[in-house]
């Protein structure tokens, strides 16, 4: 079974302090995404990576980075967290190709910036 | 930019009866997939079905099926002898088949389903 695991489920933070969310996926996939899902709003992209070292913004990039220094895994940044970062965080994996469908999910991190 | 729309923030459904959900899109291109995801209370996002734009037969996965109307650019979910474990929230998504690279999924807002016993 492929497998997308998050370092943490809960997360509280303060204001100003950098925020990293980890994300490992065990089934060597080339793309690996971050959104974040808030309600009435679904799931946004923050960003995504299609192999090592490569990273392209999504639709909301402002204030995220991410850093994919190895195959399995990418990280979601957050320099300096604010409140309005409270969210819950999904990562996910697929592989590369057009007909590789399926995007798997991770079991997200919900962050609390107080 | 393409867009998806799931009008029904809430539906509801008593046990053992069929519900659908509605999801709309707007794309101009014509290769594409669809697909519907559940996610459970507190447990992870996983599919349920897809849908290639160019088979013009609806996708069916047991009690999951789709309505897919290409012209109108619908997709809708029908769950079939709904059971307790159909409570979730569902999204509708749409990727590009046409694009080079990683292909995003672009996500409705979500439709949350309760199981009335």
């Known amino acids: 079974d492929v497998k997308v695991t998050q370092s943490s489920r809960y997360l509280v933070k303060r204001t100003g302090e950098k925020v990293f969310l980890e994300c490992v996926q065990d089934?060597?996939?080339?793309?690996m995404f971050w959104y974040r899902q808030d309600p009435g709003l679904g799931l946004r992209l923050i960003y995504f990576?299609?192999?090592?070292?490569?990273?392209e913004k999504g639709d909301i990039p402002e204030g995220y980075s991410v850093s994919r220094e190895k195959k399995e895994r990418f990280s979601l940044i957050l320099e300096s967290a604010s409140t309005n970062q409270t969210s819950m965080y999904l990562c996910?994996?697929?592989?590369?190709?057009?007909?590789?469908?399926?995007?798997?999910f991770g079991p997200g991190t919900r962050l609390t910036v107080l | 930019a393409q867009t998806v729309t799931q009008s029904q923030p809430e539906m509801s459904v008593q046990e053992a009866e069929t519900v659908t959900l509605s999801c709309t899109y707007d794309?101009?291109?014509?290769?594409?997939?669809l697909f519907w995801y559940k996610q459970p209370p507190s447990r992870q996002m996983i599919l349920v079905i897809r849908?290639?734009?160019?088979?013009?037969q609806n996708a069916t996965e047991n009690r999951f099926s789709v309505n897919f109307q290409k012209a109108a650019k619908s997709f809708s979910l029908k769950i079939s002898d709904s059971q307790l474990g159909d409570a979730a929230m569902y999204f509708c998504?749409?990727?590009?088949?046409?694009?080079?690279?990683?292909?995003?999924?672009?996500f409705g807002q979500g439709t949350r389903l309760t199981i009335n016993p």
């Open positions: 996910a994996s697929r592989g590369a190709g057009r007909r590789s469908n399926e995007q798997f």
């Open positions: 998504a749409y990727r590009s088949a046409e694009v080079q690279g990683a292909q995003k999924l672009v």
């Open positions: 849908q290639e734009a160019y088979k013009q």
């Open positions: 089934m060597d996939h080339e793309n």
């Open positions: 794309t101009s291109e014509s290769d594409y997939y």
């Open positions: 990576s299609y192999d090592v070292k490569m990273k």
